[in-house]
């Protein structure tokens, strides 16, 4: 369902479990595509949560793509400013953006970019949507759920299937609270004025929402 120059070996450090829903245990096999889509998921994941590290930084500079495919430049510009900024910048950016001084340029909660308030309706039919599937809220976690990163943390955990469900629940899941919003908040991040570094992650971000969505369209037609 996505394109193998999504195959990432080693690129990111892996969640640390402190923004992951818990589940029960989970054994299945997984194929290289669906594992690369849980790789691109959690490599946002780590980048919208916090800011990235000096060696998740160097590894991701060290990433080579095929630049014959949008979703490989685009990974190559995400590694070419990876190389190209210091670990402290990134810092500074990340916190004018997603922190700021009372709040950063950028809201990333499904709420906010649906209804224009934090904690609305989108979070309680997410939070009921988690209840159903088994999915908890970690303890330590302050974020509410609809925060990006913890969207595409449990897309990740679907598509490798540490968290159990099927390919429809799993794709019910994106159209209800990823689909309507992920895209242009991903833009919005690409265009942001305290961007830099974090404009090559949206970009990537952008772009692989949308093969997402245009790959469940098609899923749901050839299932039709």
């Not at 998740?56 to 990974?75: D, K, M, V």
């Not at 908890?136 to 159990?164: I, Q, T, V, W, Y």
């Amino acid at each position: 369902m996505m394109n193998p120059d999504l195959l990432l070996v080693e690129a990111w450090e892996q969640p640390d479990g402190a923004n992951a829903p818990s589940v029960g245990p989970a054994a299945a096999v997984v194929n290289e595509i669906d594992q690369a889509r849980a790789d691109e998921y959690a490599l946002l994941a780590a980048l919208l949560i916090r800011p990235p590290s000096s060696d998740l930084l160097a590894n991701l500079a060290r990433l080579h793509f095929s630049p014959e495919t949008p979703i490989g430049r685009a990974h190559s510009r995400l590694a070419q400013a990876a190389a190209s900024c210091a670990p402290e910048a990134v810092c500074r950016e990340f916190s004018d953006l997603f922190i700021g001084v009372g709040r950063g340029e950028l809201l990333p909660y499904a709420s906010y970019y649906l209804t224009g308030f934090l904690n609305e309706r989108p979070l309680a039919r997410l939070r009921a949507d988690m209840a159903r599937l088994g999915l908890e809220r970690p303890e330590g976690n302050c974020e509410p759920e609809d925060h990006l990163a913890s969207l595409c943390e449990m897309m990740s955990g679907f598509a490798c299937k540490r968290f159990p469900i099927s390919d429809s629940e799993e794709q019910d899941f994106f159209e209800r609270h990823v689909e309507p919003w992920a895209g242009r908040f991903f833009s919005d991040l690409e265009r942001a004025g305290a961007a830099e570094f974090y404009r090559s992650v949206g970009a990537l971000g952008r772009l692989f929402i949308d093969i997402e969505t245009d790959a469940f369209a098609m899923e749901a037609r050839q299932t039709a």
